[in-house]
């Protein structure tokens, strides 16, 4: 590829935002059908070794994906991203929550707001991704909860793993 | 572990607050007495040392005494467990979007057959 399809991640504690900026190798209207069609999701949203799983997705203003992602032991992590602007295909803003099987948000967790925007780059496409916690303390505790969830934790098997492979 | 959650939510309660956040951040610049830390805030000294207090007690900075200066400098490993999570959250996209880059070109070859 010629082109810098390298990810930007920029971890903002002050302002309690992360931002995440990618070019894909693709027209616009694929890369959006890639973040918002159920089946596109459940090939690419779990980051390895994680499956994902929908149990709901409605994407219009008020409408909401539900689903999981899941370890190979089946241990499941259940989100919900509640959409509430959408103009195709510039961007969408949602807020992100964690759930159950159900779907019930969890109202001791706090929730992010997502916005997602899309632009062409010379026949590719720019995905913008700004994440924003309402304050510090709401940040702290899902960073908490991360790490008692143990979803981190995988992770960090699967980089030791990798060291341990390059020997 | 949960030690770990404890301290991160202590640190995070810590940084809430204007105040603190501005002291770190001053601090990361390198070391500062009291009094000059409490200088840009306008607040009496009492209330400026209570925001030095919970700093001290999240772990986050720790201060020393020298004659009658008081200095204060930031913790950098407390510091750095807040990076790790982020570096965590980083690792997540990267693998995240390597699948997407996979399926796009995956979804492009499908319609170049058609």
């Known amino acids: 590829m010629n082109f810098d399809s390298k990810l930007v991640f920029l971890a903002d504690t002050t302002n309690h935002t992360i931002t995440v900026r990618k070019k894909f190798a693709a027209?616009?209207?694929?890369?959006?059908?890639?973040?918002?069609?159920?089946?596109?999701?459940?090939?690419?949203?779990?980051?390895?070794?994680?499956?994902?799983?929908?149990?709901h997705m409605d994407f219009r203003p008020g409408g909401y994906w539900h689903y999981a992602m899941i370890e190979p032991q089946g241990q499941e992590y259940w989100s919900r991203l509640d959409y509430q602007t959408i103009d195709p295909i510039d961007r969408y803003i949602a807020l992100d929550g964690f759930t159950d099987e159900t779907g019930t948000v969890n109202p001791d967790m706090p929730q992010a707001n997502w916005e997602v925007t899309f632009s062409d780059a010379s026949g590719h496409t720019l995905v913008q991704t700004v994440i924003t916690y309402?304050?510090?303390?709401?940040?702290?505790?899902?960073?908490?909860?991360?790490?008692?969830?143990?979803?981190?934790?995988?992770?960090?098997?699967?980089?030791?793993?990798?060291?341990?492979?390059?020997? | 572990m949960e030690n770990y959650s404890h301290d991160l939510d202590t640190a995070f309660h810590a940084l809430s607050d204007p105040t603190r956040r501005a002291v770190v951040s001053r601090l990361m610049r390198g070391p500062a007495p009291v009094k000059e830390l409490a200088q840009p805030f306008g607040m009496g000294l009492p209330s400026f040392l209570k925001h030095l207090k919970i700093l001290e007690e999240s772990g986050l900075i720790i201060s020393s005494k020298e004659?009658?200066?008081?200095?204060?400098?930031?913790?950098?490993?407390?510091?750095?467990?807040?990076?790790?999570?982020?570096?965590?959250?980083r690792a997540i996209w990267e693998s995240r979007y390597e699948k997407l880059d996979g399926l796009l070109m995956n979804l492009r070859g499908e319609k170049d057959e058609l």
Do not use: N
């Not at chain 1, 059908?33 to 929908?54: G, I, S, V």
């Not at chain 1, 995988?154 to 020997?167: S, Y």
């Open chain 1, 134 to 167: 309402r304050s510090a303390e709401d940040l702290g505790k899902v960073i908490a909860m991360g790490m008692e969830a143990g979803l981190t934790s995988t992770l960090e098997r699967l980089d030791k793993l990798l060291l341990t492979l390059e020997k």
């Open chain 2, 67 to 89: 004659g009658r200066v008081r200095t204060c400098e930031v913790r950098a490993e407390r510091l750095t467990a807040l990076e790790r999570w982020f570096d965590e959250q």
């Open chain 1, 27 to 55: 027209g616009r209207q694929l890369v959006w059908d890639c973040h918002t069609k159920q089946d596109y999701l459940d090939r690419w949203f779990a980051p390895e070794p994680l499956t994902t799983k929908t149990k």
